[in-house]
């Protein structure tokens, strides 16, 4: 607390000053701030390895305290760390701080007026990614939230960049890329691969199936889930909460992707069967807890998408399955697996390859 409210005093961040009166605690007008899909890390990390681009993390420290406000905002003084002069004045923001909807959008613009005063182009469609061009070399930024990742072709050019931002905002420089968003990153000459096999080993414990036998499939050929109305309701707080744990390892396991997604069709009413279900999922995962993405670095950056989809494949509703799966190259970088809206009379394949 001493060292973030220091943080505020050295940023200039308010002004201690009379109530205002009549006036709302709090008024705003924009607060979205555009954040990285994980698509786009993926994506980012596939080219880097394509290029043999070595991708550094940065953390700058107190980030929204170094995004500017522009409406007026007044904030009490926190408890015990009242002015002893004038304990009834509150402050006046002159910056940002973590609570107000719009920190995170102050936080991102101040950012993005730097980078483009320093060169950088931001991206037409993905507002997070800058690119900077110097002569046939070439410096990629990715912003989430106050996470940096940032490589090139160039270490000058790297390296220039890197004190530009620590004369600019108090930050620290993590290094090589090895952790981000509980992805974990392991960078070499030949590739990068990307796991999470600390984030499978944490779920394990946390749903207690740390000991459970281990299974060779995610799944049985013949599990036909349905909303088994007959069954035993069971406590649907801890059925979604493994449910969204999954959702979330998907994030480097398309091997699961499917059959999360069945288990998830019955999160308003789990019974019995599809608890059952998910633990089979995770007795999978203690099977395979290393399995993740490899982005090889001999991987072109040719674009392939896939499109597949089974013929009424719920026997509930007779509704299709649909998969799609997009590559660079070798690498996979999106996919999906959801159920179709309509009835489907046909099945379809489509392949689609572009450059």
């Not at 801890?238 to 969204?244: D, E, L, Q, T, V």
């Amino acid at each position: 607390m001493h060292e973030e409210l220091e943080n505020f005093e050295r940023n200039h961040v308010r002004d201690l000053v009379e109530p205002p009166p009549n006036r709302r605690p709090i008024d705003y007008e924009e607060t979205f701030a555009p954040v990285a899909r994980l698509e786009a890390i993926r994506i980012l990390l596939a080219f880097a390895a394509s290029k043999g681009f070595k991708l550094q993390q940065m953390d700058v420290k107190s980030a929204f305290p170094n995004g500017f406000i522009e409406e007026e905002v007044y904030v009490r003084q926190p408890p015990d760390f009242e002015s002893a002069r004038f304990p009834d004045r509150v402050y006046k923001l002159r910056k940002a701080l973590y609570g107000p909807k719009q920190a995170p959008r102050a936080w991102y613009a101040r950012l993005k007026s730097f980078l483009l005063k320093s060169g950088f182009v931001m991206g037409l469609v993905d507002k997070t990614l800058f690119l900077l061009s110097h002569g046939g070399d070439t410096t990629i930024v990715r912003i989430y939230v106050d996470d940096i990742i940032f490589g090139g072709s160039s270490h000058a050019l790297v390296s220039s960049f890197a004190e530009q931002m620590s004369r600019e905002f108090e930050m620290s420089l993590m290094g090589e890329l090895q952790f981000f968003l509980r992805l974990q990153i392991k960078q070499g000459p030949e590739g990068t691969f990307v796991h999470q096999a600390k984030y499978t080993r944490d779920i394990l414990k946390k749903f207690e199936m740390g000991d459970s036998k281990p299974m060779t499939t995610p799944m049985s050929t013949n599990t036909a889930l349905d909303a088994d109305e007959d069954g035993e309701a069971v406590d649907q707080k801890k059925f979604r909460g493994m449910i969204g744990s999954l959702l979330y390892l998907t994030a480097t396991r398309p091997n699961i992707q499917f059959a999360v997604c069945l288990c998830a069709r019955y999160q308003a009413s789990p019974r019995t069967s599809h608890p059952q279900a998910v633990k089979r999922i995770f007795r999978y995962l203690k099977f395979t807890p290393e399995l993740g993405l490899w982005y090889s670095s001999g991987s072109s950056l040719f674009l392939r998408g896939f499109s597949d989809a089974d013929h009424a494949g719920c026997w509930i509703d007779r509704k299709s399955t649909s998969g799609t799966c997009q590559l660079l190259g070798t690498s996979l970088v999106s996919w999906s697996s959801r159920k179709q809206a309509s009835v489907s009379l046909s099945t379809t394949k489509r392949v689609h390859s572009c450059r």
